[in-house]
């Protein structure tokens, strides 16, 4: 079955700082990616998807994701974090009308 | 255009009663679905549907049901809560014109038995 690992279970990053989540899938195919974000007390967010074409992808709040066959990965990014980026950040794939999470990525970033 | 609403925001619950969690959307989309959320565990798939009629099982649909009468409702039901229960309820849709199908998530329901 389709699946995501999410090797990270917490990052702390300082203000300004860049930042890196990894994502890892599992799949035979191409596989359809996701990015989420859930701030605290609230639902989820979609930051950016990749299902084709260019590699490299960009989102919204200024993340970007890469999505890497050989590694089997799709690693989101951001090159200058900011206070309000302090969340919980879910790698999911598509499958058959379904949505997979990994278990999610806590950020804290600190001043 | 309110998007995904869940009500209620919190609900305490005793063992063996029962609740409903309600969920609409406004979006005119097909596809629905019910997750729960855990500390450290993301989100598992309790049902879905892809229209008004059709329900289907997801991960974790055991001590739950649902239904699907329009496009707009999807409310799940606990029939006997149990503490293992106790959880983050997120609702969410999704469009089935637009592969492959982003979802859009309501802002919850914590729900803690006792």
């Known amino acids: 079955a389709q699946s995501v690992t999410q090797p990270d279970i917490h990052i702390t990053v300082s203000e300004g700082a860049s930042l890196e989540l990894r994502c890892n899938y599992s799949?035979?195919?191409?596989?359809?990616l996701f990015w989420y974000v859930q701030s605290p007390g609230q639902g989820l967010q979609l930051l950016l998807k990749?299902?084709?074409?260019?590699?490299l992808v960009q989102g919204i709040k200024g993340f970007e994701a890469e999505f890497k066959r050989s590694q089997s990965s799709f690693n989101l990014r951001k090159p200058s974090v900011h206070w309000s980026d302090a969340a919980e950040y879910f790698c999911?794939?598509?499958?058959?009308?379904?949505?997979?999470f990994g278990a999610g990525t806590t950020v804290t970033v600190r001043a | 255009n309110a998007g995904v609403t869940q009500t209620p925001k919190f609900r305490i619950l005793k063992i063996g009663q029962s609740m409903t969690l309600q969920c609409t959307q406004d979006?005119?989309?097909?596809?629905m679905y019910w997750y729960r959320q855990d500390p450290g565990m993301g989100l598992k798939l309790i049902y879905y549907?892809?229209?008004?009629?059709?329900?289907d099982k997801g991960e974790v649909p055991n001590g739950y049901n649902v239904s699907r009468s329009t496009t707009e409702d999807f409310p799940l039901r606990l029939e006997l809560a149990a503490p293992s229960q106790t959880s983050v309820y997120f609702c969410?849709?999704?469009?089935?014109?637009?592969?492959?199908?982003?979802?859009?998530f309501g802002p919850g329901t914590r729900l803690t038995v006792t």
């Open positions: 999911a794939v598509f499958n058959d009308y379904k949505l997979s």
């Open positions: 969410a849709s999704s469009p089935s014109d637009r592969f492959p199908y982003e979802q859009y």
């Open positions: 799949y035979g195919a191409t596989p359809y």
């Open positions: 990749y299902f084709s074409g260019d590699t």
């Open positions: 549907s892809v229209g008004a009629g059709i329900t």
């Open positions: 979006m005119n989309h097909n596809y």
